[in-house]
């Protein structure tokens, strides 16, 4: 367990934090007025181990050698130039900070971090974080690195669950429903959700996009039927060639099947703890020679055990004698489409992007987003 402490007076800035994963979405801008909950589950932290934030550079500055160095590939419209190493936090894990009035600015519903840090030590007033809650990105403090210093405190933190514990039927709650009830902020007439695909789904398979273009190797690549269909073969095929055989895409994992020798990518999870990708047990099976497409692990267990469709939340007690009968929770009225930013992110820093069809794709990434594609 660890606190987070001013660089500048030693003040204790949060409560009691463990360290997990960074999420695939921890950046993502959803939708348009669109009201997205906290990011970090509270008493976590994670660490972002690139630079994020202003002041930004456009790409016309950047170097081809330093993009490379960052383990960049492909153009992007902008790199950061701040320091490595955000933390971010869950707002409600703050403590001893104050907001900078003058750096408050957001887009249009609240504050979105573009002016610097907007909060302040109590004690000494050395800017320390930026607190982001505009309508479209996700609710979360982000401490800036060479403000703020880790220290340990007493107990010990507790120890990252095995993959069999994370699959055991309680740990199971940890699985991300494809869709959920979203809604807007500033409605005047009181919320009004509507089911959506979930952003966090979306954020996951614009990684997982990216990977699989990169193991395609330009051919054709087939994923497992149902959802996991849906989700990912609509965009493989508008993308990639139809005539070469195709490479096949299988989930892996815990509990899985043992994959096939025909197997030449696998879908695995990734630790929400540790972040590290699932390996099989066998370093010399199929599993370990086909291409690694990471997956957060809470969209993994949906795919790999689905259930037959998302739980609703019931108000109220149901007497013993009266069985449920709810209906089926409404699904989202347009096809699946992958984050398209979270998949340039993801594609740029993949060497593979410097095959010039990869490239192509890059620089056609507006044209894909008006087909629908993403």
Known sequence: MFVFVCAGCGARLTTQLSEVALPVHAHQKYGNGTQLPVLMESGTF??????????????????????????????????????????????????????????????????????????????????????????????????????????????????????????TEGSRKSSTPPFE????????????????????????????????????????VTVPDGLTQEVLQRALDALLPAGPPARRAVLAGPECPAVGADADIVLVPTHPRTGKTWTPAEPAGPAASAYPVPLPFGVWLWLAFPEPYPPVLASGAIPDDVLRDDPPVPRPRHAFRADPEVFRHTLARLPAVRSPWLREILQNLTQHMRAGIF
Not at 46 to 72: K, N
Not at 88 to 117: K, N, Q, W
Not at 120 to 131: D, F, H, I, K, Y
Request: net charge negative.
């Open 181 to 220: 009830p979203l809604t807007r902020w500033g409605e005047r007439m009181g919320p009004h959700p509507w089911w959506s695909w979930s952003p966090q789904w979306e954020a996951a398979a614009g990684q997982a996009l990216a990977h699989l273009l990169a193991a395609s190797e330009g051919r054709p």
């Open 46 to 167: 994670a660490v972002d181990p690139e630079p994020w934030g202003p002041p930004w550079r456009p790409w016309s500055e950047i170097d081809p050698d330093e993009a490379s160095a960052r383990g960049i590939y492909a153009p992007l419209h902008a790199l950061s130039d701040s320091a490595p190493g955000a933390i971010v936090i869950a707002p409600g894990d703050v403590r001893g900070t104050l907001l900078i009035l003058e750096r408050s600015g957001g887009y249009c519903c609240g504050l979105d971090g573009a002016d610097g840090p907007n909060m302040t030590c109590e004690a000494c007033g050395l800017p320390v974080a930026s607190r982001i809650d505009d309508c479209s990105l996700w609710q979360a403090v982000w401490l800036a690195p060479n403000a703020v210093r880790r220290c340990p405190v007493d107990g010990a933190d507790a120890v990252p669950l095995s993959w069999e514990e994370l699959m």
